[in-house]
């Protein structure tokens, strides 16, 4: 029997606080602004927000780099002005999750700086220095943004390791101190009120200490044998749980590469007391091809499939995991799985029906709830993510074109999701008075959300009404998961059951009509996302279905 939690039921609304909404015309979105759009929150039927980090930062990768963990980065406000959305938040029954980064810190935390000053300096064990090797790196490992993992400093000639940036070097989780901060840091947050963690990147807190050089293998597979899962990793996320989330009901979501399938339980399973949850990346590197992200290839729908169906049998009643088609660090859902061209809508609202009707907590990025598509930027000047300029560089000085270069960064880099959020039709989308840190994506002339709340059937309309159906049902939150069509190369089918309710969802994603056979006799079809009715046994581009049969 699956146990109920109300983190289970949630529905989560993730904002990137640099892009929501700029309440003081600096062009940087802030808390205030965060606060101003509370109740169009709200008035999504979401119940949980989770932030991207605010922390006091250098913001060399965006606030994943955390240079005071106890303080507010200024461009968004001040702790008074946290203390104020907290509480607002609470008013209206929202509950907030923050992003906490302890895998790395930014070389600008105190501890980084002592760090580096000597080799006895009280802080050195904070992080991993080693010595070099035959004039070098102390390893062949890649760094996720260019380069090398190890970076030379000059003052103790010995190498640090980052696994990110060389502005995010690695904390050394084997000392005891290092853990004893971070409980100390989670209890100080837990403390104020706020209602859970989203845990960053918490696959890579334990390392193989021999730092063993890797042969032969694409990034994938080398991020999966030599980077995540480490000998240590669940011992540190116990210890972690046990001195401090243990003692409050918080929600805690695990996010990671290369946590695999078989491993998900390990990290979520009810009786491990370590994460309530994880968010399972594999879809969103589904169409990577072996260089990566920016090489990017087509998603096979059977593959979509195919990962929901078997990390529902992987995570069974025991774990559990959060749901999501984007993030920010992913293309926009519309983009990349939908047709953000001629059936925007209609692909939009199939991927909300399908977000909404899965078995996981759903977490949605702000702005794909009015079907905002990618950035599709036309020159390097206009990106800001530290992962697409470094790309960027490194490919040109490989000899790729600017055209191709641009080309993969439109289709898979990060800034697409985190352009400013599109409110209305004046300048800027009304994110902002001022010039936007980002720019804006300029569609917002026709995809804003003043629009989204006069049209009754619009993306928005669709996805309360999407939120509010599964909020009635309980089935869609706890009851089973079965793919009845899992070979089907675009249409999706399957059910969703317990003693209550059964549900038979049926997505046609593809761009054709398309003949179905729907053999529901007495089912009723209880959400469309074409408001026509349409024949019982074709499926029009893009529609959506969700038939309902009582048991
Ligand atoms: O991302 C971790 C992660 O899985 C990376 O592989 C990420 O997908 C990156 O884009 C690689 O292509 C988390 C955060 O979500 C991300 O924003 C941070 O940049 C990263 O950790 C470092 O903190
Ligand atoms: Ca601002």
């Not at 049926?506 to 009509?513: A, W």
């Amino acid at each position: 029997m699956i146990t109920h939690k109300w983190w289970k039921e949630g529905i989560i609304y993730q904002i990137y606080p640099q892009s929501f909404y700029d309440s003081n015309g600096d062009g940087i979105g802030d808390l205030q602004g965060i606060i101003r759009k509370l109740d169009y929150i709200k008035s999504l039927g979401v119940d949980i927000i989770w932030l991207n980090p605010i922390y006091a930062s250098p913001l060399d990768d965006n606030g994943y780099d955390i240079s005071d963990y106890r303080a507010i980065n200024p461009i968004y406000g001040t702790m008074g002005d946290f203390d104020e959305m907290l509480a607002e938040m609470h008013k209206r029954g929202l509950r907030l999750l923050m992003d906490l980064v302890v895998n790395h810190s930014s070389d600008e935390h105190k501890w980084f700086k002592e760090s580096r000053k000597s080799k006895n300096n009280p802080y050195r064990d904070y992080y991993y220095w080693r010595k070099g090797k035959n004039g070098g790196p102390p390893n062949n490992w890649p760094a996720v943004f260019g380069g090398s993992v190890w970076e030379y400093d000059r003052t103790t000639s010995e190498y640090y390791l980052h696994y990110f940036s060389k502005k995010q070097p690695d904390l050394n989780w084997e000392n005891p101190k290092v853990r004893q901060e971070v409980i100390d840091i989670i209890r100080w947050w837990l403390d104020k009120g706020i209602d859970g963690f989203r845990l960053d990147v918490i696959s890579m807190i334990s390392k193989d200490l021999v730092f063993p050089d890797a042969t032969g293998e694409n990034f994938g597979e080398m991020y999966t044998r030599y980077f995540c899962n480490g000998p240590r990793v669940h011992e540190f996320i116990r210890e972690v749980h046990d001195k401090s989330l243990k003692d409050y009901n918080v929600m805690t979501v695990g996010e990671g590469p290369a946590i695999t399938k078989e491993a998900g339980n390990d990290y979520t399973g009810q009786n491990r007391g370590e994460l309530n949850m994880i968010f399972p990346l594999d879809l969103m590197s589904a169409d990577w091809g072996p260089d990566g992200r920016f090489d990017p290839g087509i998603t096979d729908r059977r593959k979509i499939k195919s990962f929901f169906r078997e990390w529902n049998e992987a995570l069974g009643d025991d774990g559990w995991m959060s749901v999501f088609l984007d993030n920010h660090d992913s293309p926009r859902m519309v983009s990349r799985f939908g047709n953000d061209t001629t059936y925007r809508t209609e692909s939009a609202k199939l991927l909300l029906t399908l977000l909404l009707t899965l078995r996981g907590t759903p977490s949605i990025h702000y702005g794909s709830e009015i079907g905002m598509t990618n950035a599709s930027f036309d020159s390097i000047d206009q990106y800001k993510d530290i992962e697409s300029l470094n790309f960027y560089s490194e490919a040109i000085k490989n000899g790729m074109s600017d055209h191709e270069a641009i080309r993969r960064i439109q289709i898979s880099g990060r800034d697409n999701v985190r352009t400013p959020m599109q409110w209305d039709d004046r300048n800027h989308g009304g994110f902002t008075t001022d010039t936007p840190w980002l720019e804006s994506n300029p569609n917002y002339k026709s995809i804003n959300v003043e629009m989204e709340e006069s049209d009754d059937s619009g993306i928005l309309s669709f996805f309360r009404q999407m939120v509010a159906f599964r909020k009635s049902h309980k089935t869609l939150s706890y009851g089973s998961f079965t793919d009845l069509d899992p070979d089907h190369p675009h249409v999706f089918h399957y059910q969703r059951k317990d003693a209550d309710a059964q549900f038979i969802i049926i997505l046609n994603m593809s761009d054709h009509t398309t003949s179905y056979a729907i053999n529901q006799a007495g089912a009723h079809l209880s959400i469309c996302n074409y408001t026509e009715a349409g024949k019982r046994e074709e499926l029009r581009p893009w529609e959506a279905r969700i038939y309902l049969t009582a048991i």
